[in-house]
């Protein structure tokens, strides 16, 4: 009954070290995608997976690293953290690509400080 | 490239009362979805209603309406009937193709509405 999770919720570290950010779904959903949402901006997508172990760029990739082994996870990894990257992460999911069917549902976001 | 533009940053309204909130988007596509998201002070996206572009009806969703007018590329939502749970940021978003047969959002900046008693 979970649906989407994400963990850890808030998250502080500093400049230069690796975060990993977990997202979790248990619909069995195709696609899977992370945003993230600064102050005064709707969401941006980093990156997104249309299946296990196929995943491609969004509108912001820079500094991330995905990765999806399985279905039902799928991990951001911010390789050196900066400061810019502190914002909050949203992981969504859906079950397919036409029409209704695609709907994202969210997770309930990670937020990032990175000093 | 899409575009989607949310023109009211903020709006207060009357509790019992309706509100529109705008929403006016830029595509070549002749095939795309329009959604709306609420999102509260908690932080967490909430899924509210979705139109496709070649629905001819208007989607409803209990309080929520979309008014849709193809041709002047707006998805306007219709709260009616407000209550003080409805306090919160609104998001416009648009479905568009990606490269690897998936889809993404598209948000616009939102618009933030709070529900005075």
């Known amino acids: 009954d979970a649906g989407i999770t994400q963990s850890p919720r808030y998250k502080i570290t500093e400049t230069g070290r690796q975060v990993t950010l977990m997202c979790h779904q248990t619909w069995s959903h195709s696609y899977m995608f992370w945003y993230r949402q600064d102050l005064g901006h709707g969401l941006r997508l980093i990156y997104y997976s249309a299946a296990a172990d196929i995943t491609d760029k969004g509108e912001v990739p820079d500094g991330y690293v995905v990765s999806r082994s399985k279905t039902e996870n799928f991990p951001l990894t911010l390789e050196s953290a900066t400061r810019s990257q502190t914002s909050v992460y949203f992981c969504a999911s859906s079950e397919s690509n036409y029409d209704q069917l695609d709907t994202q549902y969210f997770g309930p976001g990670t937020r990032l400080t990175v000093l | ?117």
Request: aromatic fraction near 12%; proline fraction near 3%.
């Open chain 2, 1 to 117: 490239a899409q575009k989607i533009t949310q023109t009211q940053p903020g709006m207060f309204v009357q509790e019992k009362e309706a509100v529109t909130l705008d929403c006016t988007y830029d595509t070549s596509d002749q095939s795309y979805g329009l959604f709306w998201y609420k999102q509260p002070s908690s932080g967490e996206m909430i899924f509210l209603i979705y139109q496709g572009s070649y629905d001819e009806q208007n989607a409803t969703e209990g309080r929520y309406s979309l008014n849709f007018q193809k041709a002047r590329k707006s998805a306007n939502l219709v709260i009616s009937a407000s209550q003080l749970g409805d306090s919160a940021m609104y998001f416009c978003a648009m479905r568009e193709r990606l490269r690897a047969a998936g889809n993404k959002l598209t948000f616009g900046g939102g618009t933030r509405v709070l529900v005075k008693p």
